[in-house]
């Protein structure tokens, strides 16, 4: 069961990449083409706040894919010392510890986005952006990967305590550790 939830969550997961991924090539050409109009005295103007919005979007609606796909980086030393018993509790340790880290960073966002709100709050630059409709949704991929990595962590304490421990490593393992497996 666990797995297949993993399973689903990690196709879930590469919509969402590809959806950010394809607002990223967007955005490069847009760039691109403010590059190019630059090179006969035009500009589009504000590139450098759109491709700054796309970066904080891509980032926190990205990190779910991440997660999913062992691709955050990690320090092993300690780690890699234990058998798999030992690892996986370690897995499971770094699971919580990201999960509480996470909820927090989306608790916290909610006021930011809040006061934009309430206030009517625009950039201080030439576009004059409305903030919140820059940070919905970047508040909505916090929120996202808080759910992520919440539902991940509970699929791997629940093989930890099944003691189904390779299965717990392949969830939520270290990436370079699962190659060296196969």
């Given amino acids: 069961m666990e ?104 608790i916290k966002a909610w006021p930011v986005v809040e006061r934009s709100l309430t206030n009517g709050s625009r950039a201080n630059t030439p576009l004059e952006t409305p903030l919140a409709l820059v940070q919905l949704p970047w508040f909505a991929g916090w929120v996202w990967f808080a759910v992520m990595s919440s539902l991940t962590t509970l699929a791997a304490l629940s093989l930890l305590l099944k003691r189904r421990h390779a299965e717990t490593e392949a969830i939520v393992g270290a990436f370079a550790e699962q190659e060296s497996l196969q």
């Fill in 3 to 106: 797995r297949k939830m993993i399973d689903s969550l990690r196709a879930l997961n590469r919509g969402v990449a590809l959806i950010v991924g394809f607002g990223l090539l967007l955005c490069a050409g847009f760039v691109l083409t403010d590059i190019i109009l630059r090179q006969t005295g035009t500009s589009l103007g504000g590139t450098e706040e759109i491709a700054g919005y796309a970066m904080a979007l891509a980032t926190s609606w990205g990190m779910s894919y991440t997660l999913l796909e062992l691709g955050h980086v990690r320090i092993d030393l300690v780690r890699t010392r234990f058998q798999s018993f030992g690892r996986a509790l370690f897995d499971v340790f770094s699971m919580i510890v990201m999960s509480g880290v996470i909820i927090t960073i989306a």
